[in-house]
């Protein structure tokens, strides 16, 4: 089983920045990919970013250019800096990590952006 652990949700205003953090433990397979998501209320989650254990990174076109996921493999930790945050970016975010044992979710973490 992996748990996933994230922190670094809360409230900023518009145009400033937030650090989510994730940290994965149990058993955790060499070749994973760790990626956030996010929901609007009654909406369907969406990707937000993910990143391999190669390397490989995509992006979600409404988030490039401000957000930045990076990961560390020897905390078996992801991160996503979020720069030039709009209200519209206000969400619940979701940590994953996907690998051949299964799909793993976070608890999600409050983002909420004032305009």
């Known amino acids: 089983q992996v748990q996933l652990a994230e922190s670094g949700g809360g409230l900023v205003q518009a145009g400033g920045s937030l650090r989510l953090s994730c940290a994965a433990s149990?058993?955790?397979?060499?070749?994973?990919?760790m990626g956030w998501y996010r929901q609007y209320p009654e909406k369907q989650r969406e990707l937000v970013a993910f990143i391999t254990t190669s390397g490989g990174i995509n992006y979600a076109d409404s988030v490039k250019g401000r957000f930045t996921i990076s990961r560390a493999d020897s905390k078996n930790t992801v991160y996503l800096q979020m720069n030039s945050l709009k209200p519209e970016d206000t969400a619940v975010y979701y940590c994953?990590?996907?690998?051949?044992?299964?799909?793993?979710w976070g608890q999600g973490t409050q983002v909420t952006v004032s305009s």
């Open positions: 149990g058993t955790i397979f060499a070749f994973n990919v």
């Open positions: 994953n990590l996907k690998s051949g044992r299964g799909d793993y």
